[in-house]
């Protein structure tokens, strides 16, 4: 794909501007407002060169916020470095990316890894920071270097802290009735037929908002067809409608009747407190459960487990979404932003972001994990251990494809265990054309 | 029509309604100052100009990128895309048709029991009760009330653990308890039922001040010629609220058309909740943005929606003339 766009970027921002003002109805005005709004919002750019840059973060909620400004403190005194920090809403900097990105934006960017990061890198909107990664490469493990290229090859991402998805378990719950860590599928499901004859609901589960299936959904397809299928079919270089994806609803299927059947009208909130509550034997979820925990006993009852291995790849592959920072285009030359990546790419920079907001896990070796709790220091072992690290179906997939195609399938799915696999597959089709 | 009445009249009388005609317009402008026109024309310009920048360009341009493909990133990216975007939303979107069918089944259950609702209420409330301003605030607070607001009491009566329906029913906490908001056979209407307690309260008002036109010579009269309360209602007051009835006939469908905050507090239009207004948020805002295909989705909602707008306007204008 090209890397550089076919017309200079300020005249044809210009013409996006014109057209946006004008843009379709009154949904299509609702969606040119932001878009208007990120054009002028964003400060001017710090002159290259002068020892300075600024940061866009959409992590706007107090604990991350704070967090975020931790590192940058730690690096303006390390560097004697200003930098201009743009905080916004996490939903206003993710669905207004795009222009964003085209318009006026920060010189660093919290972003996240995935196709996400390189659907904008191959349209030429981030720069690649291969020079940062000659300093910091040595820091992170196989998977995660991996997961910060760009389709070109190129680096384009520096990783702050990811957190993995797993099962997650009472101890004492488990201990008091004897049940196992199962390491197949198999041993899996006669532990749930175990655990729905002692009258508890086996796997919590709740998809009220759409987006958390999605989890389950990637695990079966990558312990059934491997890390790689998972990547292609996402990019849509696979077909969805072929005898592998199949299976994978096939082998869900015999994992729903434990599943619980109210999960439609359930947040992850709502399913996580049915496994705290010791309701449900185990809940498939991300690390962040650990902040809906507010007690800390249970916390400190909490356990984890990969998803057990079913055909290939045994546990090879895990999925652990990164968060981290990317470049934007025209701070390319920019050598303070650079030093500051650079600087959050090291252990020294990731511990200033855990000391405040400690439900995440540091990317880099040399972070100090000597706080982590028992569950953070279990996960940093899966994530370290992986070969391959999934992204999440909405950071890995195109995200109209995860948002409007993937989640009604999987929740009707999940209502009647019905899937039509043509039907996904047509719209693909449709959609990734329009790329 | 107009050459009948013409002909009839005496040539003389023709003669001069023409010249008065043709006298009186030019004098009329000449009496414009300078000053005048500026006034006039800032007074059409304006709102014209806001009109055309923020509904017509919009929607010309809404309705050409339907026909396109683009990604959003680059205006050299816009491709011809001929009917594609709508033969997808036709026949390759699953939301579509059930969209389509819960805007339906929005309007027949607001037109059959949502607006009668409003209409028992007004005319209730318009019997001089005791307290009846009390009652008419009471029923019109939906109407006010913030989005979070409603989701907030909505979320306090459907919850399936803690809300109140269930509670009532004694099946709280039970494996039995309805899932109100996750059953895709029931959470429709939940909705609906939440859409009825604002829209009644919406027609109630409009109602009571229709109520409040209707000369009361003419209950006069019909009790005169004997007629009962309920004959009173529908042969006399009821038709001689026509104008009331027109806009609350628009009204329900303008409502069932842009159906979407319960909806999209309940959990974002989707799993049984799907309406042709989500769609088109869904498809043109935020992660899923496609612009060919919320822009066609968008054109469908306006073309279904064009209907009873001209025909309101044109019941209006008539009226007026």
């Known amino acids: 794909m090209a890397s550089h766009h076919p017309r200079p970027i300020f005249e044809s921002r210009l013409d996006r501007r014109t057209l946006l003002r004008g843009l379709g109805g009154g949904a299509a005005a609702l969606a040119a407002a932001p878009l208007l709004a990120a054009c002028s919002g964003g400060p001017a750019p710090a002159a290259a060169g002068a020892n300075a840059t600024s940061l866009g973060s959409g992590l706007s909620d107090p604990v991350p916020r704070s967090a975020v400004q931790a590192m940058v403190d730690a690096f303006k005194a390390k560097s004697g470095a200003t930098v201009k920090m743009n905080v916004m809403p996490r939903a206003q900097l993710v669905d207004n990316i795009s222009s964003y990105l085209q318009s006026n934006p920060e010189d660093v960017i919290t972003w996240y890894a995935g196709y996400k990061m390189r659907y904008y890198a191959a349209k030429g909107l981030l720069a690649p920071v291969d020079d940062v990664w000659e300093k910091i490469g040595g820091n992170f493990s196989e998977g995660i270097t991996k997961a910060s290229e760009g389709e070109d090859g190129h680096k384009y991402f520096v990783p702050n802290y990811n957190y993995p998805w797993g099962f997650y378990y009472r101890k004492s719950l488990w201990a008091e009735r004897g049940y196992e860590v199962p390491a197949t599928f198999d041993a899996f499901l006669s532990l749930c037929v175990q655990m729905k004859k002692d009258g508890l609901i086996p796997i919590a589960f709740a998809d009220k908002d759409g987006w958390p299936a999605m989890g389950t959904f990637d695990y079966i397809n990558m312990r059934t067809n491997g890390y790689q299928f998972h990547l292609d079919l996402c990019a849509h270089k696979e077909s969805w409608d072929q005898q592998k994806v199949k299976d994978v609803f096939d082998n869900w299927k015999a994992l729903l009747p434990y599943q619980d059947p109210a999960a439609l009208g359930a947040t992850w909130q709502e399913g996580a407190r049915s496994m705290t509550g010791k309701k449900s034997g185990m809940y498939l979820i991300g690390a962040f459960i650990a902040q809906d925990v507010t007690d800390k006993e249970i916390l400190a009852d909490l356990d984890f487990f990969p998803f057990p291995a079913i055909a290939v790849e045994g546990t090879d592959a895990i999925e652990a979404p990164i968060d981290g920072f990317v470049l934007s285009k025209r701070a390319a030359s920019n050598k303070t932003a650079k030093d500051m990546v650079a600087f959050f790419g090291t252990g020294a920079g990731q511990d200033a972001y855990a000391a405040k907001d400690s439900s995440n896990m540091q990317t880099a070796k040399d972070a100090n994990t000597s706080s982590f709790s028992e569950l953070n220091k279990k996960g940093a072992e899966a994530i370290a251990g992986a070969k391959f690290i999934s992204q999440f179906f909405d950071r890995d997939a195109l995200p109209a494809m995860a948002n409007n195609v993937m989640i009604p399938a999987l929740q009707g799915f999940i209502k009647d265990g019905t899937i039509d696999t043509r039907t996904i597959e047509a719209q693909a089709t449709s959609l990734y054309a329009a790329e | ?321």
């Open chain 2, 1 to 321: 029509m107009s050459a009948i009445p013409q002909t009839t009249l005496p040539p003389a009388a023709a003669a001069r309604d023409g010249v008065a005609a043709h006298t009186a317009r030019p004098r009329r402008v000449r009496r414009l100052s300078g000053r005048d026109r500026l006034v006039l024309g800032l007074m059409v310009g304006v709102p014209t100009l806001i009109q055309a920048v923020l509904v017509w360009i919009p929607t010309l341009l809404s309705i050409a990128l339907s026909f396109t493909r683009w990604n959003g990133l680059d205006l050299s990216g816009i491709r011809w895309a001929g009917l594609s975007n709508y033969s997808y939303a036709f026949k390759e979107y699953p939301p579509f048709w059930p969209a389509v069918a819960h805007n339906v089944i929005w309007l027949v259950f607001l037109a059959l029991i949502a607006t009668p609702i409003g209409l028992l209420l007004a005319v209730l409330l318009d019997q001089r009760i005791r307290g009846t301003r009390i009652y008419q605030s009471v029923f019109f607070t939906p109407v006010m009330l913030s989005l979070v607001m409603v989701g907030i009491i909505w979320q306090l009566v459907y919850a399936r653990d803690e809300g109140l329906v269930n509670n009532l029913l004694g099946t709280a906490g039970t494996p039995g308890a309805v899932d109100w908001f996750g059953d895709s056979d029931v959470n429709l209407w939940a909705a609906l039922v939440a859409t009825t307690w604002r829209h009644a309260g919406y027609v109630m008002v409009l109602y009571l001040a229709g109520l409040k036109g209707v000369d009361p010579s003419l209950r006069e009269a019909a009790a005169l010629d004997g007629a009962n309360g309920r004959q009173t209602f529908f042969q006399v007051v009821f038709p001689a609220m026509r104008p009331i009835n027109i806009v609350i006939v628009v009204i329900t469908i303008i409502e069932a058309l842009r159906a979407f905050d319960i909806v999209y507090l309940i959990n974002k239009g989707t799993n049984g909740l799907e309406l042709l207004s989500v769609l088109v948020i869904q498809n043109l805002v935020g992660v899923g943005t496609v612009i060919g295909v919320g822009s066609a989705l968008a054109v469908i909602l306006l073309a279904i929606s064009v209907g009873p707008i001209v025909y309101y306007l044109v019941r209006t204008f008539r009226r007026t003339d």
